[in-house]
Every structure is written in C-alpha cells, then in structure tokens.
C-alpha cells in the first residue's frame, strides 16, 4: 500500500474510474417533479454553481415503467441528453426505492411486517421486504431494462444502487422472512442442539426441539440476545444480497462503471453492516447529516468520516448526500450557521472525501421532504445558500489536485464494529438505551481536540503501523480479533481497553471468570461487578479525576502480573478499586480504563497516552481548529477548519488553495474560516496508515 516515498497510494481499486474529472460537486437531481422550463434553469444554474455530477432517478420507477411491464425512457434520454450538453455526469440510480404504486396494488405480499405481523401501509418508499422474491423479479427487470437502455450513454459514469438499503425496510417479520430466517440458521448452525447451545435456550425454558420452530424475534417478553443479534446479522445478509443481484444485473450491461449503494454511517452502529459490505463497493459512499442541537457536531462529522476511511481501505471515498442547510425530520430544524456549509464541505474532505454532494440541487415544493434544505433553495438564486454554493463550488476547482491525494499521518486506530453495536443493544443489560458508541466518541473527541488522526476501522483491520490502538467498548469481540490485539501489543504496540468491552463472544454469550473477558488476560485484571452510575453520581480516583455513568469493582492485580494501578476509587461503591491501569506485554502496553472518565480527566489521560507513544499531531493548532493532512508521494495539503467564532491560528507555511494567499510559520484563520494549504516543503508522513482489512 504505500510508495517508495512513505506516502500511502491512492487507492485500494486503482480499476475504478471516478466518476469526474476533478473533485465531484452537485446533488440528488429529481427534474421529474419539475417542468421542463424549470429543467433548463437547472442547467444553467447549475453550470454557474459548478456541479459535475447529478444522481439521477432514484425515485424515477414510475417514470421508467408506468404500467407493469410498459417501459418509457424517453424522460430520462431527454435528461441525459440535456446534462451531458452541459458538461454534467451522471450518478444514475436504480430506481428500486420508490416502489410504483401499480406494483403494490398488484402484490401486496411485497409490504415488509413489523414484528406483530402487521404489514406497513404502501407509499413512503422502501416499501419492499427484503427477502421478497415478488419484489426481486420486479426490481431486477427494472434495472435490467434501464442498465440496457442507457449502457454507452457518455453522461452515465457510476450506478448508485437503490437509496439507503435499509433505510425503513431493514427488518422484517412476514413468512417469508421467517423462511429464510430460518433457512440462514438452518446454514450456520446445522442442528438444533448448536442453536440451543449457541443462544442458551435453556434460560426460560425456550428450548427448541426442531429448527422448524424458529421465528424471527418477536415474542412478547424480551427477546433473547442471541437470537436478537443474530437477525440483525441475516437482516444485513439479505439487503447486501439484494443489492449482489442488482449489481450483478447492471454489470451485465455496463462492466466498467463503478457501482455503489450509499451508506448512512455515523456513530453507528449502523442499519446495516456497512465494514462488512464496504467491499462489494466500488467507490464507498455516505450519506451524512449533522444534527443542529449538536454543539459537537463537526466531531460527529469527523468521526463519521474517519469510519469512511477506514471502509475504503485509505483510499478516496465519496460524500454522496449532506444538507445545503437545514433537515427536516428534527423537531427543530435550524439553518447551518454562517459558513458551517463551507466548514462541513471541507471537513469531508480533509477526511479523505473526493466528493461534496448534497440532498438535493432543488428544493422541492411539495411532499415528505418539501421543507429539506437544497443547493437551490426555494428562495431561489438571490439566496445565501446558493451564494455559499457558488463559493463551495469554485473551492472544488481549486483543490482539484488534492484528488490525488490520500489523508495521512493517522497514527491511532479506534476499533468500531456494528456487531458489537448490535449485541449490545440485544437483550437487558446492566444500562438499558446505552449508546454503543458514546466512548469511542468521546475518545476520538479527545484526540480531534488535539489535532490527532485516528483512522475507524474494524477490529480486523491490519493494526501493526499503529503507534496507539483505541478499544471503546467493544462490547463483543471474537477470541481471534483478540488475539491480534494481543499480538499487536506483544510486538510493541500500545492499546487502551475501556469498560465494557470484550464482555461477550460471538453469540453474544457472556465471558464468565472476571470483566473484560476477552481482554482480561492481556491487561492483567480482572473485573467481578459493574456498578452503573445515576447522571448526578460521581466516583473520585484518588488523582482527582471522576468517573461519570460508569464504575467497577476490580479485584487487587495479582503482584507477579506486572500491573501498575494508577488511579483507584476513593468514594462510592467501588472504593479503594483499581480504577485505571497499566501493564507491560511484551515489547508493549496494555492499559486499562475501568469507568466513563468525564471529559477533562479523558483529556489527561490521552495526554499522558500521546506521550508516552509518542503520537504526533497533525499541526499545532489554537482551540477549535480542525486540521488534517491528505498527501501524495510528492506534495501535502493542511486542510483547516476554524470552528470557533474568535480568529484562530496554525503553524504552517505554504500557498493557500483557495485564496492564494501566501503563509510563512504562521496561518491565521478568521472566525468560522478555511483554509488548504499546499505545504512548503511537502510534510513526510511519519508513520503512514496500513489499512488493508485481512
Ligand atoms: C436521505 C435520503 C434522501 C433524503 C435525505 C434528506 O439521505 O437518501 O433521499 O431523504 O435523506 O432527508
């Protein structure tokens, strides 16, 4: 993966042609609700803002095909035909969201049910059960007609598989889920007794006598853990083999454009198992949108995008949808603030994004969504939205040659896994509604505030050119993802364990023999109770430093196991526990984090961790600025974001893209501002990220 100058390579699908020239710019293009007069304004304004790239269609079936079996594409040549005139690519989706209400009529058997058996009312989209093979004839002679019908077409450049598999439909309960539910355990455990064992059927006398007797969870008590998770897991399975079969449709027609489904992923976990299905991408996509109350929301965003990263082997990724401004599915939706559109763009970039692309060129007058936010906003032109989106665009051109680039310098890796997600949200726990991911947040908060790359990546991932590796809460975990932790560590690595992680294996059965399981060896302790905290309590460690939501009862290390305790409690349940420790493994460390230390002791403690690693950050920075570097084997690039309202500075030297400014040692940033500096001379990277998943 990496060039003889140290510098990563670009990408992990060096096949793949994307879809423009340079940085792609533009949105979710819907001119079927619009006349064709409006159509031509569209491009026109378009070719002022700077889009080069619409997706196309994705609600456009009945369009396609008005009646069952009627095709019409005349529309869409006409579209085509104009956006290629005016120098527009095209992301062209499969139609297969928006489920035409003809189809409907025709087989309401499609309708996916909730878990009482209930089919849900047709419209909406994502009408459609997954496992449907009603649904999957249809969809597939759609996509089979319109792969056809546009293959050679100059403006198609990628397929954009579907919207959001998922996205509503993700889990359903009618017979015929329930057959290929169980058709799925029938094929991973063989026989009944290994079910039984595998999910504890015993507990509650739920004992099956026959694999016939499985159903997908929905009893009327709480459900098993087991069982739970492992529908999540056939859940994913069939979206993912829905859209194998609609790719594999399309490929037929047009073997070399690349083919994508876009994502949502967050903080996750996600709908589906997005790391698990990353592969069957050729461009990795994401649909991303901060939520407004948020104070920290840039850091959501940088999170998420540093997860895309770690799904795209490094390599480039693509924004696919963000909003103009604001949502409307909050309870209130305020507007970005000045600048913030600006700040978000250039943060997904900075994040190894190649793409700025939003939910949608124009707003729509009528339906669900007619209050979304838009490139074009209902205002019009003479709107700041479209002003800053001129802006955005002419920034595109101008960074044009970051394309080649890749982002750099990540020495941190945070291990994040929607199957831990998933079991820990399955079943009764000792904190009901705990969010799966809230300490691998407020870890990777605490190193975005320290101007630290930290790729997301799965607990598969290659860790060995990591200085720190970050285990939040990894609530489940195979013995062999342990195992390589271990030896990372043991080869001379560095990784933080923090509560509640390594408790279950992989069906979701507990770890028995001391807290946490998986990773208790390798730390050198051993947990016996768990003892949740109240929002107003607190535990002290004896440094000073408090334990929020979470706390344990550590038995004393055994003194031959070479464990330093640093903090221990001092009040509350668990006084005089071990709180956090520390353990030499071979040629490296091993720490362990007890309970939910509160921001500023986090703060400390990834101090005194970046230190002692020897982790290096991205740049010095004052409070509030984002900065991260994306390089090629013979030029850098600082990407800064000022996300405070005071000026702001960075040490740097080097031509600023998108102003021409020069800098030399000192870059000051206004309030709210951006800045991507070409460096001078080029940065090395000191420890360039290998992320090939094995
Ligand atoms: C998602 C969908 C879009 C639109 C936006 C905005 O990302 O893919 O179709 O609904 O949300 O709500």
Not at 296 to 313: I, K, N, T, V, Y
Not at 480 to 509: C, H, K, Q
Not at 670 to 676: E, H, L, N, S, T
Request: with cysteine; net charge negative; charged share 20%.
């Amino acid at each position: 993966m990496t060039s003889s100058t140290g510098h990563p390579a670009p990408s992990r699908r060096p096949s793949v042609d994307w879809p423009t020239a340079g940085l792609s710019f533009g949105g979710d293009y819907s001119p079927e609700q619009w006349p064709w007069e409006t159509v031509l304004e569209d491009m026109e304004l378009m070719r002022e803002a700077g889009v080069n790239l619409v997706t196309l269609g994705v609600f456009s079936w009945i369009v396609h095909e008005p009646r069952d079996g009627t095709f019409d594409f005349s529309w869409l040549d006409r579209v085509l035909d104009l956006l290629h005139e005016h120098g527009i690519g095209v992301d062209l989706a499969t139609p297969t969201a928006a489920v035409p209400m003809w189809l409907h009529r025709l087989h309401p058997e499609i309708l996916p049910q909730d878990e009482h058996g209930h089919p849900l009312a047709p419209g909406g989209r994502l009408g459609w059960c997954p496992s449907s093979p009603v649904f999957r004839h249809f969809a597939l002679r759609i996509v089979d007609r319109l792969a056809a019908h546009v293959a050679g077409h100059p403006a198609v450049r990628m397929w954009h598989v579907s919207n959001e598999l998922g996205g509503g439909n993700a889990r359903c309960h009618c017979p015929v889920s329930n057959d290929r539910f169980r058709a799925w355990i029938a094929a991973k455990y063989e026989s009944v007794d290994a079910l039984n064992t595998a999910w504890g059927m015993a507990f509650w006398g739920n004992t099956y006598s026959s694999l016939e007797e499985v159903t997908t969870p929905s009893g009327v008590t709480a459900h098993n853990p087991g069982q739970l998770l492992d529908y999540e897991r056939f859940s994913s399975d069939e979206l993912l083999e829905h859209y194998r079969s609609e790719r594999a449709t399309i490929l037929r027609h047009t073997p070399r454009l690349p083919v994508t489904t876009n994502f949502m992923v967050g903080l996750g976990p996600d709908v589906v198992d997005y790391p698990r299905w990353a592969d069957e991408m050729d461009i990795v996509t994401n649909d991303h949108y901060t939520y407004g109350p948020d104070p920290r929301r840039h850091q959501e965003l940088a999170f998420s995008g540093d997860r895309m990263r770690g799904m795209s082997g490094g390599g480039p990724w693509m924004l696919m949808e963000h909003a103009a401004g604001a949502a409307s599915w909050h309870p209130i939706n305020q507007p970005k603030r000045p600048g913030e559109m600006i700040r978000h763009a250039m943060a997904h970039l900075a994040r190894g994004s190649n793409s700025v692309m939003f939910f949608q060129w124009r707003a729509s007058r009528s339906g669900t969504e007619q209050f979304h936010s838009a490139m074009l906003p209902h205002a019009g032109r003479d709107s700041r939205i479209f002003r800053d989106i001129s802006t955005l665009g002419a920034h595109l051109v101008a960074l044009e040659e970051v394309r080649e680039t890749v982002v750099v310098d990540a020495q941190v890796a945070i291990l994040h896994d929607d199957e831990a997600g998933w079991a820990l949200k399955s079943g009764l726990k000792p904190v009901n509604r705990p969010s799966y991911a809230d300490t691998a947040r407020a870890l990777h908060d605490a190193l975005f505030r320290r101007a630290v790359t930290a790729d997301v990546v799965p607990p598969w991932s290659t860790l060995t050119d990591y200085r720190l590796v970050v285990v939040p809460g990894l609530f489940l975990v195979s013995d062999a993802n342990a195992a390589a932790v271990r030896a990372y560590v043991e080869a001379g690595g560095t990784v933080l364990v923090t509560w509640f992680s390594g408790i279950v294996d992989e069906v979701n059965t507990v770890r028995t023999g001391g807290f946490p399981g998986a990773f208790r060896e390798l730390l050198g302790v051993s947990s016996e109770e768990f003892f949740p905290l109240t929002s107003d309590e607190r535990v002290t460690l004896d440094n000073g430093w408090l334990f929020t939501r979470w706390s344990e009862l550590l038995r004393d290390p055994d003194p031959d196991a070479g464990v330093e305790v640093l903090a221990s409690a001092v009040d509350g349940w668990v006084a005089g526990s071990p709180a956090i420790t520390r353990r030499t493994v071979g040629a490296g460390t091993a720490w362990y984090l007890s309970g939910d230390l509160e921001d500023d002791s986090l703060g400390a403690l990834v101090d005194r961790i970046l230190e002692e690693t020897g982790v290096e950050r991205v740049a010095r920075v004052s409070d509030g600025v984002e900065a991260v570097r994306r390089a090629s084997s013979s030029a850098s690039y600082l990407f800064l974001v000022n996300h405070t309202d005071e000026a702001a500075w960075t040490d740097a030297t080097g031509v600023d893209l998108l102003t021409g400014a020069e800098h030399e040692g000192r870059v000051v940033l206004a309030p709210g501002g951006v800045a991507v500096l070409r460096e001078t001379p080029a940065q090395p990277t000191p420890n360039p990220p290998l992320l090939e998943s094995s």
